[in-house]
């Protein structure tokens, strides 16, 4: 893959980065992905019995945390570009309370 285009300066901040250095609780275990689940998303526990630690993007009720991005996840294929997706079956880190960057697609005010 050719580079495509050049910044003048790094990004603030990609989503799933921690948003300041303050002490971030996480979940006793790391998670299995159950599907391909992107950083900087919310998820919930699987009701499936057969695998209870597992975590999927979507559910019902409150999510059990947020994936932060940690940089575990290899990429064998040498062209293929980065990713923000943590296939299934990957570990995820999941947190419980936190300061991250997340995207928002809409205006974001004080309190959300």
């Known amino acids: 893959m050719v580079q495509k285009t ?3 300066y790094p ?3 990609v989503q799933g980065d921690r948003g300041s250095q303050n002490e971030f609780p996480y979940t006793p275990l790391n998670y299995i ?4 689940i992107t950083t900087g998303t919310f998820v919930w526990l699987s009701s499936e019995e057969t695998m209870p630690q597992q975590v999927l993007n979507t559910g019902t009720g409150a999510p059990w945390g947020f994936v932060e991005r940690i940089l575990d996840h290899f990429l064998y294929d040498l062209t293929e570009e980065g990713s923000l997706v943590i ?3 990957g ?3 999941v947190a419980m309370r936190g300061n991250f960057y997340i995207p928002a697609n809409t205006t974001v005010t004080v309190g959300m």
Request: charged fraction near 20%; hydrophobic fraction near 50%.
């Open 33 to 36: 992905a159950g599907a391909d």
């Open 6 to 8: 050049v910044n003048m």
């Open 91 to 93: 570990r995820v880190t």
């Open 87 to 89: 296939p299934k079956g």
């Open 11 to 13: 990004a603030a901040a």
